[in-house]
Nanobody, 126 residues
């Protein structure tokens, strides 16, 4: 059972940066592919990006490509979401999700992930 805890959210202005963290309780954290999703008020949850467990590939939604970067520190059981050039439309609750040994192509689908964090709020003011 993996427990995920997101942190680092807050209120920022347009153009600012934030770094979110997703900390896991699992000793075998390096075996998990970690996805980031977000849910804005009144909208469905959407894929943001992913970092795989094996060769550390990253993929991003078009809406954040070039602005957001995902990295991981397996020694700290933590994945990071660096968000630069934030826009008001990035306002959402951000979630990390984990799936063990997942290397498939459906990484953008929520149902690919078994474990989810509680989310952290990011608010970008204009």
């Amino acid at each position: 059972q993996v427990q995920l805890v997101e942190s680092g959210g807050g209120l920022v202005q347009t153009g600012d940066s934030l770094r979110l963290s997703c900390a896991a309780s699992e000793r075998t954290f390096s075996s998990y592919t970690i996805g980031w999703f977000r849910q804005a008020p009144g909208k469905e949850r959407e894929f943001v990006g992913v970092i795989t467990w094996d060769v550390l590939r990253t993929y991003y939604a078009d809406s954040v490509k070039g602005r957001f970067t995902i990295s991981r520190d397996n020694a700290k059981n933590t994945v990071y979401l660096q968000m630069n050039s934030l826009k008001p439309e990035d306002t959402a609750v951000y979630y990390c999700a984990a799936e063990m040994y997942y290397s498939g192509s459906n990484y953008a689908r929520e149902d690919r992930y078994t474990y989810w964090g509680q989310g952290t709020q990011v608010t970008v003011s204009s």
